[in-house]
């Protein structure tokens, strides 16, 4: 099938571009391996609500609609919420079609797929940032007796083994959200810590997304930040959206029995070593916390607006008492591995990597001409990995792939079989481009 | 903080030299590699002698501008000599050297003057450990604790700061902090 532009994947990124694409009337598909907003679907735990407020629920000529708009949509509602729009916009999705291998040709791209070969002249990858969960390689030397569960199959405490004490590796958005709902369930609970981003909840009587907003952070560009590679690897927030708008941080995690313990380094034997380290990360994660904060104080006084908010209610520094670097794996029958995620495109053209596997791209412009990312964090701004954020970042880049669409004129294509494009496909992989960090644990 | 808005200050650090060099090494990662050595000498007793001569990196080997050499032994109230500092100490030494050249550095980075900048090292150790009394006990340090005591213009926050990215940038502060795989062979 012939088709100017191949989107793969149909969640929030895919149908951003889809919707911007149709406006632009241009013809395209996009390709979903399974149903429309499919991670939010399958991969994700029961309790999941999303970590920004309703009110940022917007997408290209669509947005939140319901009763609630400070509250948090859960990953189910998040889906029929994606789904709807998808039905709204008329997007040409096509479910259930996995993609074997894109390949630049001479006359465009050649997208095989278990439903037959697509020719286009652009592709706009759009398959999401957390494809494959991010493991670390200390995880093969766990005792075997020890399920590991990563945070992508992790659903409920229901599903694990009914005694024992769970290590949660990593302490970022995931980790604590599910160190916490394990503690709550009774179970006793160990958090290795690593590098954190620490945010309150709430700041000043709002929501701390409002003044993320509000101050512009959110919007902060890639080709203005000082070093965006750092900014790209950066973890996610610790933070939970629950209709109580409570707090979680390392003091909730401590004060409700959760042992904190380092970075998780090595195991040796039924031994986990830990690091060491831990009160300079957790200084590290309060400084840059109290900066922001110090940020949005400036704002409100800047503005005039010292009679509308509440005094300045800065979070307490992290408490951490005796932490040993030392766990006794003994005890444990669960590891939950909450240490990232990343994207795992195996199936895309190797030129599209740089030499640390990792896609390569100018604000989701990729060096081989006419291919496009698109939802990946910080692509173009601070708010990229946000759904409040895809839909600006595909109205940008479709400038450009107009642009390359002129250039390229009409398309030639290869007229030859797609079969050995598929029977090549297994051939093509791109290195393994895991780099064995524990990301945030 | 952006190059351009950094005001001038003298601690003694190149800082462009540094910024070039990790320029360099990002575009040429292979180079980043060094090798660190030291030779010892048992001397008498608990005495011996380390000597600090040479290295590998950026490609190529280098030689110091003159053998380094450090002495250690226990101290008399293990039946010793006292000839030199205990390795522990030593380790102390690594320890806060290494994060004070990161204070002077991020300091130079930011643009912060400094005047004066001191570390007080002090560790705990039950000896329960090495003299094989208790197998509970480690042999190493049970706590390590460092306090700076910095004159400079800059505000404490940003003082907390610089120490903060100092402990990120650590050579020895990871090396102590963290596990590292040790092989111990006969020539």
Not at chain 1, 201 to 211: A, E, K, L, P, V
Not at chain 1, 279 to 293: G, I
Not at chain 1, 409 to 421: A, D, I, N
């Amino acid at each position: 099938m012939r088709v100017t532009v191949v989107v793969i994947g149909a969640g929030q990124a895919g149908l951003a571009m889809s919707r911007h694409l149709a406006v632009a009337g241009l013809d395209h598909v996009v390709l979903e391996r399974g149903e429309v907003a499919s991670s939010w679907r399958t991969e994700r735990w029961d309790s999941l609500r999303l970590l920004t407020p309703n009110w940022m629920c917007r997408l290209p000529g669509y947005q939140y609609e319901g009763p609630d708009h400070d509250g948090y949509q859960t990953a189910a509602e998040t889906a029929g919420w994606l789904e709807a729009y998808a039905c709204r916009t008329g997007a040409p999705v096509r479910t259930r079609v996995t993609v074997l291998q894109v390949r630049r040709t001479a006359g465009g791209f050649e997208v095989a797929t278990d439903d037959g070969c697509y020719f286009a002249a652009a592709v706009v990858v759009a398959a999401g940032a957390s494809s494959d969960a991010r493991v670390p390689a200390v995880a093969a030397e766990m005792p075997r007796r020890i399920n590991q569960v990563t945070a992508m199959r992790y659903r409920s405490p229901a599903q694990l083994d009914a005694t024992g004490d769970v290590l949660v590796v990593g302490a970022s958005a995931s980790g604590i959200q599910i160190a916490d709902e394990l503690r709550r369930s009774g179970r006793c609970v160990t958090l290795a810590v690593g590098e954190h981003v620490r945010l309150p909840r709430t700041y000043r009587g709002r929501d701390i997304y409002c003044w993320l907003e509000a101050v512009g952070q959110l919007d902060e560009r890639y080709d203005e930040v000082e070093d965006i590679e750092r900014a790209r690897r950066h973890a996610s927030v610790q933070l939970v959206g629950t209709p109580t708008r409570m707090p979680l941080d390392l003091n909730a995690l401590s004060a409700a029995g959760v042992c904190l313990v380092g970075r998780l380094m090595l195991v040796s034997g039924a031994v986990a070593q830990c690091s060491g380290a831990l009160a300079s990360l957790t200084a590290n994660a309060d400084l840059k916390q109290a900066r922001l904060l110090q940020r949005i104080d400036d704002f409100v006084t800047e503005h005039g607006l010292l009679s509308e908010v509440p005094e300045p209610d800065r979070p307490a520094p992290t408490r951490l008492g005796s932490v040993p670097t030392e766990v006794d794996l003994e005890r444990f029958t669960t590891v939950i591995w909450a240490t990232g995620y990343r994207p795992s495109y195996p199936w895309l053209d190797r030129a599209a990597f740089d030499r640390r596997g990792r896609v390569a791209h100018d604000g989701g412009v990729s060096p081989v001409p006419g291919l496009y990312v698109l939802g990946l964090p910080f692509l173009r701004r601070r708010r990229s990995n946000l759904i409040a954020g895809v839909g600006d970042d595909a109205a940008e880049l479709l400038p450009h792939l107009r642009e390359y669409l002129r250039g390229a004129g009409s398309p030639r294509v290869e007229r030859r079989s797609c079969r050995s494009v598929i029977e090549g496909a297994g051939e093509e992989r791109v290195p393994d481009p895991m780099d064995h960090r524990i990301d945030g644990a | 903080m952006t190059t351009t808005d950094t005001p001038t200050v003298d601690n003694g650090v190149n800082i462009e030299a540094l910024r070039g060099a990790r320029e360099a090494l990002t575009n040429h990662p292979e180079a980043a590699t060094f090798q660190w050595r030291a030779s010892c000498e048992w001397a008498r007793g608990t005495h011996s002698r380390t000597m600090i001569t040479d290295f590998f990196g950026l490609g190529a080997e280098h030689v110091h501008r003159q053998t380094y050499a450090v002495d250690a032994d226990h101290p008399e109230v293990f039946a010793s000599e006292d000839n030199g500092p205990t390795p522990p100490e030593i380790a102390l030494a690594a320890l806060a050297s290494c994060l004070t050249a990161g204070v002077a550095t991020v300091a130079s980075n930011r643009g912060v003057q400094l005047h004066s900048v001191k570390a007080t090292v002090t560790a705990g150790m039950d000896l329960q450990g090495i003299l094989g009394i208790d197998g509970d006990v480690r042999n190493g340090f049970d706590q390590v604790t460092v306090t700076y005591d910095i004159d400079a213009d800059a505000s404490r926050a940003d003082l907390e700061a610089i120490l903060v990215q100092s402990q990120k940038r650590s050579a020895v502060f990871d090396i102590i902090t963290n596990p590292t795989t040790v092989q111990v062979t006969l020539a």
